[in-house]
């Protein structure tokens, strides 16, 4: 386990886009000032990446680079790159003002500036280069997928890609622009985070989007065919919550050909990671163990299968690499003893939602009194109902049960957000939305929909004047203010 977790801390789930500015301007700060003030010490986001037109962090057209939706058009114009900031929902307006933003770099951003841009597009050239063609060409195909383009670009012919590049050389600069924006103002509030004693806790998807830079840069990493298609996708088999299970579509990894290579392609996304945050959560653990392998022609994942995944030798080099491994596992879900042994064999915490404690008996692993403390222990994540839209829903008698067994009658979700910071696991997690007391409605995420998802933000309104006040009394009361110099 990461020494980092051996500190008793809580935090609050957030991500970026969810602040009233939605980007990493003044309420990002504003909002470490609040978390300051209620003796929060952990930042837990989504992933940061470009999304596609669903929005989903969870489905982005890079694992490596940062959306520019998060690019704070107010502190370029403080910088005195930009005249105006358009609104923030203007997306044709928010392009515009970037390239006048990259113009106003070349044109005011002095030596150091400049050298600073040159010098991070050197540093990251191995995935920025990718990444940037990716989004031209995409642009250029009208957002089309990358196996729809001109059978040259789609294989990547070497000619077809140097016309390419020299006919779109203004865009990729700027696109390049973009993201030497969006990684230094995210280093920059880390910093900021930092001196306020506040860690940074990212999210890293397991599988990656069909339609990305990685999976078109790199196609001999992901099972597809010979038209760039995948042959067999990823998903969950059938269960009590779906009898068709889930079919998520993305391509699967040929574990074969990572493992021949060092795992380089994963040691570099980790490291990406890591060089943003101070630990991560690894979405759908229990695929380093095995993975649900579904046909590609087939429309549901009834008639998957489970194929293993070399797990071990994965983290083995990467513990190699890195000396620590600053992960915590999603092991939500029916999890084996396979998938459990791998997660303790590197002291990995996994996570207990206090939403799912309720369903069965005494015997609940989610219940407080049967959590570890190498837990990250939440209240609910981005995929639940908010507390209050969740106890709610629940009949009367249900609703008896959660009120016998927390030994309360204080409202929710405060009785849950106290039970999370009661607990023993070392760190507690609560999303935004609870601290607010929101019900139905507010939430970030309902799984198997795409409509209606990841658009929640709070307004300053929103936030009581004594809501600091009572977490850190919370967050003392129960041991989870971090000593000055952890």
Known sequence: MSAILDTRRAGVLLHPTSLPSGDLGPDAEYFLDFMCHAGLSVWQ???LGPTHADRSPYHCLSVHAISADLISLARLQAKGWLRHAPPARDAAARRAALREAYRGMQEYGGPQERAGFQRFCEEHRDWLENYV?????REVHRERAWWEWPPELRRREPRALADASERLAQRLDELRFEQYVAVTQWQELRAQAHRRGILLFGDMPIFVAHDSAEVWAQPERFKLDEAGQPRVVAGVPPDYFSKEGQRWGNPLYDWDYMHAHGFAWWKARVATELSRFDLVRVDHFRGFEACWEIPAGERTAVNGRWVKTPGAALFDALLERFGRLPLVAEDLGVITAEVEAL??????????????????GADNPYLPHNIAANRVVYTGTHDNDTTVGWYDGLTEEQQRRVREYLGSDEPMPWALIRAAFMSVGRWAIVPMQDLLGLGAGHRMNMPGTDRG???????????PEDLAARTRRLVELYGRTPPADS
């Open 45 to 47: 986001t989504l992933p």
């Open 133 to 137: 063609l990716f989004c031209a060409l």
């Open 343 to 360: 997660r303790d064999r590197y002291a990995l915490p996994g996570m207990a939602v206090l939403q799912f404690a309720f369903e069965g």
């Open 453 to 463: 998802n990841w658009a929640w933000k709070f307004d300053w309104r929103d936030v």
